[in-house]
């Protein structure tokens, strides 16, 4: 290795020089090494946002969703148009419709509720209760009621009932006290909403409830979107309406 040295330095300044030299090439490698390094990261999330881009999605995503402990799908309306498409397009002879005893509540639908064990339908139960208007007031429990196909009218007294309302005829099975909570997670690599009440273990697990103090809405899927690595929008699909607390289950 040659080493130039400057005649009209000294020994000493001479070796200030490649001194500075080493130094500044050090910064420029440790420079280099953290932009690869974010380049990398950028690849990697480009190839995980690329990977949810391109899924399927299933058609009942465009409601609130989950799941029983058995496998039975729980359909929720976002708002009172969907309720009443749920309950005119999608609720067949053998679900069950579920409404917790609150103004302002989704319509749900138990798919194959009537065959469904009383430990399945007091999940679907408790995915009533929380997607209520029951979780934004603050409550922590609910009653619900569950009806069949043939208990539904949009009339009442020759009148017709309102968009997403519905009058339900005859004996109603009950739910009293039907605790507000969820549990999130991941499942095969989708973040999931299950009612507490399944007791399905999910990856990263955390249970939610109504809280005043809680985050709201929107700060709190940012928060769960880094927690599971999913996007903000995705977190907002899933989550109630209204303030929510989060600890491990």
Known sequence: MKVRLFADLSVHENAAYYYNKAKEARKKAERLEEEIRRTE????????????????????????????????????????????????????????????DVQGAAAVILKGGVEASREEREEAAQIAACYSKAWKMGYSAVDVFCA????????????????????????????????????????????????AKNPERLEKMLLLAPS??????????????KRFDAGVDELLSLLPNGRSATRLP
């Open 148 to 195: 069949k196909k043939e208990q539904l009218s949009k009339y009442a007294q020759g009148m017709f009932v309102g968009k997403g309302g519905f009058v339900v005829k005859g004996e109603r099975e009950w739910f009293r006290q039907t605790p507000l909570l969820l549990k999130i997670g991941l499942k095969e690599g989708r973040v999931v909403v299950l009612p």
């Open 41 to 100: 990261e950028e690849i990697r999330n480009y190839k995980q946002k690329e990977v949810v881009f391109k899924r399927k999605k299933e058609w009942y995503e465009k409601f609130h969703y989950s799941f029983t402990h058995a496998g039975r799908l729980i359909l929720a309306g976002r708002d009172a148009h969907q309720n009443d498409v749920l309950v005119k397009n999608y609720m067949e002879e053998g679900d069950l419709f579920f409404h917790a």
């Open 212 to 225: 005043s103090s809680g985050k709201e809405k929107g700060k709190l899927a940012k928060s769960l979107a």
